[in-house]
């Protein structure tokens, strides 16, 4: 890290030549102001470049004592820089107002009179209050506003320095014994306590609190202490004879810089963040600057400055390091958190600090050189510069990839890997942050209170795009979602208004859409739109349309515009003055059109709430369309703020007179009220009961009327509005009087208004039914008075009344009334005739069943009959089956085109029934290209020729061979099909003929015809098929033959495919063809090949030419450097001295090395020296031991490597053992220490400290030293002296040396284990007994080289003797001594007792011992067993911890089965032990269900049981969210599609066991499509297409399988952009869907569905679009995108219910009748254990069906 660094300036104030001590300094907050005072007692301001400015004269306490009867002692300025309080010793503190510009008066504001001398003061910031130190030990605070001071806490010792931490919100005090004080005004969070922290050792005269609480004073000392009071650091300066005393200290504002002031010195100290320690930086020395007595920082960092004892005041610059950013930019880092920008133009400052105390990486200036972007380790820096606005905000590390939008002023978009993060400058939160990959800012609107609004004070919201063609509109304030916008096109630009009431957005037709917030409505107000944009402070839009500029000046209407006509194009928008103008560029010129600023400024006075202005305004015009929706529009907001005076008026101007004088008489309502009552009349209920009148809200009106007591005027309101029942209600609920005559008068009102109906239903409620029935029957109202009848016993006894009601049901025809009427009075032979003569046949079965029950079959039949009279050919066919009819129901089913239920009824017929609709179904089969099933029948029925030409007319060849070989004799198959494919070959139908060749697997026929043709692409393809071990051969075969017919580039081509590029660059270069040889190599050799080949090349031209190619492919120095290692030494000098001179040393020196390699040394030193390494020559030499030679050249060529030979003489002497003759050499070579080295290494101790005595004196003693360890090292004697020394110094008293030589002894020397404790335990018994100040230090040692040797026991032992108790039990851990740990921390360290327990239970973990482990924590023990996957001992246990605790761990379980790719065992935990509504467990599910649905194994009857148990755990799990959570829960929502998708795979696998359900089965594929954003698009496609395509639906089967192909190409390109989903339009498919990472299909599969599309795609029978409904859309939509409205999915199959309705107890479930009426037929005959499993979960979810023929029982 760089330290800060001071650079001196100038001087303030010049030294004088005496004393003249500056007392104190002090800079204001706002850095403007310097103040400085000396022993003369005028304290004088400075501006911040140190130039004097201003000055006043202090006052004494008492003014009779004289201007010298006191000293200024301290100064402090306020938080807003206008104020100077100044302690003095004549026992006061004053505050001056000084004012904020310089020459201002100069007053006393407050004075505060103390018992002793002020000696330090300090001002907090954003404070009233002074903070004051006394001389007689009390610490006061002084508040200016009260003028009143206190005492806050006392010592017994003089106050000498005060202190602020960082924050502000704590102080420390520094007292003259040594003691210092801390006191929070406020928790600060830091976790300290208050009072006496530290006990320093002389008085703490220098006293900081910055990162550390750093102390200081006449002991030259300086400590850094931590928050506990315990010591950091300490530097010790002592020993530093030209160190004096310190006495002043400062911190830098960010509290990572510490100044210490001494003589002529200041010391600087840094703290380093991710060291956590403090670093001394390069000290500043100024000769006679004398004893600083003051410092102060300014508060942005960048100055320092310094009063001296003899007056003078030194300025010094600060900072870590300065920077200038585009020139523009001044950065200067005053601290590692904290930057000043100051703008170098207009010389404006900003200090960007971290307010957590990170480092601040780097600094940028952003969007027009406004704004700044800061970075740290964990958050970010925002700043606006020209409002001051500052923000930081936590941001982990994203690489540096964020991309910054400053578009709008108030707000900073932040884009990050998907993600948007808003931060309002000058917060220091995250204002929101959503997920969207849509970056312009066109496609985002952040509104932030831009306009003020009655009653809101806090207005943020933001609109951005989900996709391209979806909005979200977001609260910021709230964190909830307003309102989601789908649209049909994609969104290219949006913007909110002011008051983010509405939103308009522009779609890429060029369509302008407005959107209303609150009530959710949308409209299209402009067909064709290239420009749109808001009027600043106002709801006007202006917007051009082709050549017409459209101004909305009340947006409420939309559907009224002012239209300008124009001839250019909008550029601009500029309001400004009281005038709005559209700025529009015409060619050359730009025209202003100016706007009606008096309609702008109707809606502006709405929103500001100003009615008055706005009905001013109105008056001045004349009624138009415009001016009546305006007037309509102040209407209503005036209404809804009880505006009554100003609605009337507006009803008035409108015309409306009911409504004007209705709200007149309100008003005067209102008036009268406000004088009887008082208060604003509005407000009484009388007049909001009239209010709600006039707002038809009546329920409102009556409980405001009762509450009030005023009953009868809530009956009269009802009366009048002919609402009697209303009335009535009223009555019985007060029990008025009058409720009979009401009830009379409401009756006689009916009968007089001709309501007889209305007037029957009120006696029916009577209880007067007979009077009911005959006025039903006047009425003409037959059927109601049938029902009165039916459900009243006491009339349905009466015959006579029966019989009548009866026949006037038979004569209207109403004949199913007429026989329910017969079958109440149990005539039912009269009931099933009625019954039969009006075709209510569902009626007439349910009657025979009870009472005839011999006659259902013939009524069923007669059912039958009856409906394919009507042409219901498809509703007869059940009841021919009730009927046992089976040949109608057969030939029904054949009409209506049933064929499913053709097929599922001949099957369970007799084959002398069935046969002979064998070829018709067989026929329908093919028709629909369902083969297989067209297949089945011929065989069945025994048309086998049939079948084979169906196939064959198909180009399906394989399936006829097949039919062909089981149904014909002997080779009659494989011959025809055969001379087949050679007439196709010879007719050139290649690709026919190979498909008959491979149906009858005469693969090589086929491979031959292709070889025969040339046409070798097809001859690989087949050879790689179905000979893939002979490819290779192949390829180079017909290389071969290539080359001989001159054909280079196929032949290249199979190279290259058999892999052998090599053989490809010998062919172009045996051609001579260099430039194809080097292509060859360069792309498809390895990474040297092609700069061989250039090699080669370039060599075979030689000269120029070879310099000019090479230099062409950027080679030459490659070249060069591979000619020298490949040794062809000319050809390189040849390239160099051309084209590169330089390299000409590196040829000269390789080629040198290689004749040293051959042994040719004097060549090679010629070499060498052409090269300028004649060292290299020497050091050959040398390493042959020619030594003459080596000196010769040396001394020749390199003078420095004389002295290498005689070190290397001297080394071979020395390995010669002539050390004399060694010696020798090495002192002509001036290495006197070599000489000493080696005879160390022989032993020869004695001449080594001879020749260190002789050359290397200052060397002897470290020798000698060494020496004696080398003795005591290699013996055992040495230990045995040093033993005996040690008991000799004990003798005579010299313990600490005994101890000393005690210590010597250590581990690594040859020393048994209980030697070394004996005499390590000597020592500390030593320390102990005679040398107590040295106990703590010896122990630690001792038992530290006891832990060395794992003594742990033994070190744990004399731990406690010297009341090391954590080091104690830290032992007795290591050796498992956990008993004894307990009772250490038991019985003396109390404290230490978590400590002791968390440890065991780590050692248990460890252990692994799990068991235990339970014992003493049940949740370790269970995460013990969880982690050594002891599952299913952790969930029995679990079990027992109750359900919570349950959950936990069967979630983990299931992770890791997950993990483990066993996504079912996972599942069935869940369905196990229950699927609880834990937030934690969400993304489990979402594994499970995105897991299942990926798979592709699950696809048939037999995966039912998987299916339904996914199924089951998510309707337990919603049951569970439901009761925390309404259904309106997006994530309650999410798990209700999860739900909804797993139950359309299970009713798919309980039909697909039913061939009859084979429809069923296909619509519930086809459903599922709409769910291809959540499972696999492609898997999703397929299945559809196959089971359209199994049922015959060929153009849907088409559709989805050409989709499904598409999706696999992208699949492959990894891109999905190049996929059209223009088909899917208006339908509910998802068009953009994630893209699976890889196919759910096999290539082999792929290619049969590809011939099969490929095939349908030429037949012009098959429609290639969707199936369109009634409706006329597509017909599995559920969204009408021509109505918008929704229909419910059945919940068979998933299709949507449109008529044929049946609706479930449960509300939002349905199902079409006729799938529901066939799934629960195949359900009972034959009985089928799925589909009743399945029935038995449609009635636990969705209820009794209401209105149907069958039911769950």
Known sequence: MVGMQLKYLKSVLSTQDGAAKVVALA??????????????????????????????????????????????????????????????????????????????????????????????????????????????????????????????????????????????KGVLSGHADGSVVRYFFEDDGSGG??????????????????????????????????????????????????????????????????????????????????????????????????????????????????????????????????????????????????????????????????????????????????????????????????????????????????????????????????????????????????????????????RINERKQKNVDDNKKLAYLIDLKTISIVDLVMGFTLATVNHDSKIDWLEMNETCHKLLYRDKKLRLNLYDIGSQNRATILNYCTYVQWVPLSDVVVAQNRNNLCVWYNIDAHERVTMFPMKGDIIDLERSNGKTDVMVSEGVTTVAYTLDEGLIEFATALDDGDYARAVAYLETLEMSTESEAMWKQLSSVALSARELLIAERCFTALGDVSKARYLRSVNKLSDKLKEDVGGDGTDHSLVKAKLAILEKDFKLAETLYIEQGLVDEAIDMYQELHKWEDGIAVAE???????????????????????????????????????????????GLPAKAAHVAITHPEISSQSDIMDRIASALLNDGLYEKAGELYEKTRQNQRALEAYRKGRAYRRAVELTRISFPSEVTKLEEEWGDYLVSQKQLDAAINHYIEAGCAVKAIEAAIHSRQWNKVVQIVDLQDESIAKKYFKQIAIHFASKKDYKMAEDYYVRGEYYREAIDMYSNANLWKQSHELARKYMKGKEASNFYISQAEELKTQGKFKEAEKLYITIHEEDLAISMYKEQHQYDDMVRLVETYHPDLLHETHIHLAKELIGNNQFRQAEHHFLEASDWKSAVNMYRSKDMWEDAYRVAKQYGSQNAYKQVAYLWAKSMGGDSAVKLLSKFGLLEAAIDFATESSAFNFAFDLAKTAMTSKLPDIYLKRAMHLEDEGKFAE???????????????????????????????????????????????????????????????????????????????????????????????????????????????????????????????????????????????????????????????????????????????????????????????????????????????????????????????????????????????????????????????????????????????????????????????????????????????????????????????????????????????????????????????????????????????????????????????????????????????????????????????????????????VGWSSLAFVF?????????????????????????????????????????????????????????????????????????????????????????????????????????????????????????????????????????????????????????
Request: hydrophobic share 35%.
């Open 1601 to 1753: 399988l050409n989709r499904y192909l598409d999706l696999t190409e992208a699949i492959e390109e990894g891109s999905a952009d190049a996929l059209d989903a223009s088909e899917f339009e208006g339908t509910d498919i998802p068009v953009e869907v994630p893209l699976p990472e890889q196919q759910h299909l096999p290539e082999g599969k792929r290619e049969e569905i590809k011939e099969w599309v490929l095939s349908v795609s030429l037949d012009q029978r098959v429609e290639q679009e969707l199936t369109t409904d009634s409706r006329g859309v597509y017909e599995a939509t559920l969204l009408d995108p021509n109505t918008e409205e929704l229909y419910l999915p059945c919940v068979i199959t998933g299709y949507p219910v449109l008529q044929n309705k049946i609706d479930f107890k449960k509300p939002g479930k349905a199902a079409n009748k006729d799938d529901w009426n066939k799934f629960v037929t195949s359900a009972k005959l034959p009985y089928n254990t799925e589909c009743q499993n399945v029935r038995q979960f449609l009635k636990d979810w969705c209820g009794a069906p209401q209105n149907s023929s069958y039911s769950f029982d």
């Open 1164 to 1590: 090679a030193e010629t070499e060498f020296i052409k090269a300028n390494k004649a060292k290299e020559a020497v050091l050959m030499y040398v390493h042959n031991q020619d030594w003459d030679s080596a000196q010769r050249v040396a001394e020749q060529h390199d003078p420095d490597s004389v002295s290498d030979v005689l070190i290397g003489q001297a080394r071979v002497a020395f390995e010669r053992k002539e050390f004399q003759r060694a010696e020798t050499f090495l002192l002509r070579a001036q290495r006197p220490e070599l000489a000493i080295k080696y005879y160390k290494e022989a032993g020869m101790w004695n001449d080594a400290l001879r020749v260190a005595k002789e050359y290397i004196p200052s060397k002897l003693q470290a020798l000698q030293d060494e020496y004696d360890r080398d003795v005591l090292s290699n013996s055992d004697r040495g230990i045995t002296t040093i033993v005996n020394q040690a008991k000799e110094w004990e003798m005579s008293g010299e313990y600490s040396r005994a101890i000393d030589c005690y210590l010597k002894i250590k581990a690594d020397q040859d020393v048994d284990t209980k030697s070394l404790e004996k005499c390590w335990q000597r020592a500390v018994e030593i320390s102990i007994k005679f040398v107590p100040d040295r106990t703590i230090d010896v122990a630690s040692i001792v038992c530290r080289r006891l832990a060395e040797i794992e003594s742990y026991l033994q070190a744990a032992d004399i731990y406690t003797n010297v009341d090391m108790f954590k080091e104690a039990i830290e032992m007795y851990i290591k050796c498992s001594a956990w008993d004894k740990a307990k009772q250490v921390a038991a019985d003396m360290a109390p404290k230490y007792k978590p400590y002791v327990d968390k440890m065991y239970s780590e050692y248990l973990k460890k252990q692994g011992k799990a068991i235990e482990m339970l014992n003493v924590d049940v949740i370790a023990g269970l995460d013990m067993l969880a982690q050594r996957g002891e599952w299913e001992k952790c969930i029995e246990n679990a079990q027992q911890q109750g359900a919570e605790v349950l959950s936990k761990y069967v979630a983990r379980f299931a992770a890791s089965l997950i993990k483990e790719g066993n996504t079912e065992r996972a599942m069935e935990l869940f369905v196990k032990y229950g699927a609880p509504a834990n937030k934690a467990n969400f993304n489990i599910y979402r594994r499970i269900c995105s897991d299942l649905f990926s798979r592709n194994d699950l696809l048939d009857a037999a995966c039912y049981h998987t299916w339904a148990d996914l199924r089951n755990m998510l309707h337990t799990l919603i049951n569970n969210m439901l009761k925390v959570a309404n259904e309106d829960n997006p994530v309650v929502k999410e798990f209700q599609v999860l739900l909804l998708i797993a139950h359309y795979y299970s009713m798919r696998a309980a039909c697909l066991s039913q061939k009859s359900l084979a429809t069923i089965v296909a619509k519930v594929s086809i459903s599922l499509l709409r769910h291809s954003d959540i499972i696999p698009a492609d898997k999703a496609f397929y299945e559809a297409g196959m089971h359209a395509k199994a």
């Open 193 to 446: 306590g208050q009072g006496q922290i530290i006990k320093h050792s002389v008085p703490p005269y220098c006293l900081t609190w910055a990162a550390s609480i750093v102390v200081a004073g006449c002991d030259r000392r300086i400590y850094m202490y931590g928050n506990d009071g315990k010591v950091q650091q300490q530097f010790d300066y002592s020993k530093d004879d030209t160190e004096k005393e310190f006495t002043v200290s400062a911190s830098s504002p960010s509290g990572q810089t510490v100044v210490v002031g001494s003589f002529d010195r200041l010391r600087v100290f840094n703290w380093s963040p991710r060291r956590a320690t403090w670093e001394e930086s390069k000290a500043k020395n100024i000769t006679n600057l004398y004893t600083i007595t003051a410092l102060s920082w300014k508060k942005d960092g960048s100055r320092l400055v310094a009063g001296t004892l003899c007056g003078g005041v030194e300025l010094f610059d600060c900072c870590l390091r300065r920077s200038v950013y585009k020139n523009k930019f001044e950065m200067t880092y005053v601290g590692p958190s904290q930057v000043i920008v100051k703008n170098l133009i207009s010389g404006a400052r900003v200090v960007l600090k971290s307010h957590y105390g990170y480092e601040i990486d780097k600094v940028r200036i952003l969007g027009k050189d406004r704004y700044l972007v800061g970075h740290t380790t964990d958050t970010l820096l925002l700043g606006d510069l020209n409002t001051n606005k500052l923000s930081e905000v936590p941001w982990q590390g994203t690489g540096g990839n964020e991309k910054f939008f400053f578009e709008n002023e108030n707000v900073c978009m932040i884009f990050n890997a998907g993600e948007l993060s808003l931060v309002e400058y000058g917060e220091n939160e995250i204002l929101g942050m959503v997920r969207t990959e849509f970056m312009n800012p066109h496609l985002i609107s952040v």
């Open 733 to 779: 609920m007060k029990n008025h009087s009058e409720t009979d005559n009401l009830r009379r008068s409401y009756y006689q009102w009916l009968i007089d208004t001709n309501q007889e109906e209305k007037a029957a239903e009120v006696k029916e409620q009577e209880g007067n039914y007979i009077a009911a029935v005959n006025m039903f029957m006047k009425s």
């Open 27 to 168: 800079w204001s907050p706002n850095n403007a102001k310097l103040a400085v005072v000396t022993t003369d007692r005028v304290v004088l301001l400075f501006d911040d470049t140190g130039e004097k400015k201003d000055k006043f004269s202090t006052k004494p306490a008492d003014s009779k004592a004289g201007k010298k009867s006191y000293q200024v002692k301290t100064l402090a300025f306020s938080p807003d820089s206008t104020k100077i309080a100044v302690g003095q010793s004549d026992n006061i503190l004053f505050v001056y107002k000084i004012g904020e510009d310089w020459g201002d008066k100069k007053t006393i504001c407050n004075k505060f009179i103390q018992q002793s001398a002020v000696t330090c003061s300090i001002w907090p910031a954003e404070s009233h209050s002074i903070v004051y130190g006394l001389a007689d030990g009390k610490v006061r605070l002084a508040n200016t506003k009260t003028n009143k001071s206190q005492t806050i806490y006392g010592t017994d010792s003089c106050v000498i320095s005060l202190c602020l931490n960082t924050s502000g």
